[in-house]
């Protein structure tokens, strides 16, 4: 085989190769995490139907938007979770995608029916992950 054609034959397989690994990077962000009926939240679950009828949700504004939701506080005491100001946690959606809050930001932020959705009235709205599938200590 010549240089020329060996060259292109190596940079074609390897042309394969990048686009069977971009292809399952892709179908994996696709694949749903976890159950869209429950939220787990430091290990202990929780329906979202449930959510709205165990806790007392309250009105609160973000982005001049006013929106319905139970604090998120509320969640990671119930669970029995140890000193939680001491720790940092990451919120998973369904569709993988997290964000890494403090306790501060919790203390502020809020669970809400619609769309499954944490929302920080405090912070951007790249904090705000929807379809909620975990919040877990990192």
Not at 12 to 30: D, E, P, Q, R
Request: aromatic letters at 14%.
């Amino acid at each position: 085989m010549s240089d020329a054609k060996r060259l292109n034959f190596i940079l074609a397989a390897t042309a394969a190769v990048i686009l069977t690994v971009s292809f399952g990077a892709l179908a994996y962000t696709f694949i749903p995490e976890g159950n869209p009926d429950l939220v787990t939240i430091c290990g202990t679950y929780y329906f979202w139907a449930e959510i709205f009828e165990n806790w007392d949700s309250r009105a609160f504004t973000a982005n001049d938007v006013t929106y319905e939701g139970v604090p998120l506080n509320a969640f990671l005491l119930d669970s029995g979770l140890q000193n939680p100001e001491s720790h940092t946690y990451r919120l998973t959606g369904q569709d993988h995608y997290h964000q890494d809050v403090t306790w501060n930001d919790i203390q502020n932020g809020y669970l809400t029916l619609d769309e499954h959705r944490a929302v920080f009235p405090g912070l951007s709205q790249s904090f705000w992950v929807r379809d909620l599938a975990s919040i877990e200590v990192i």
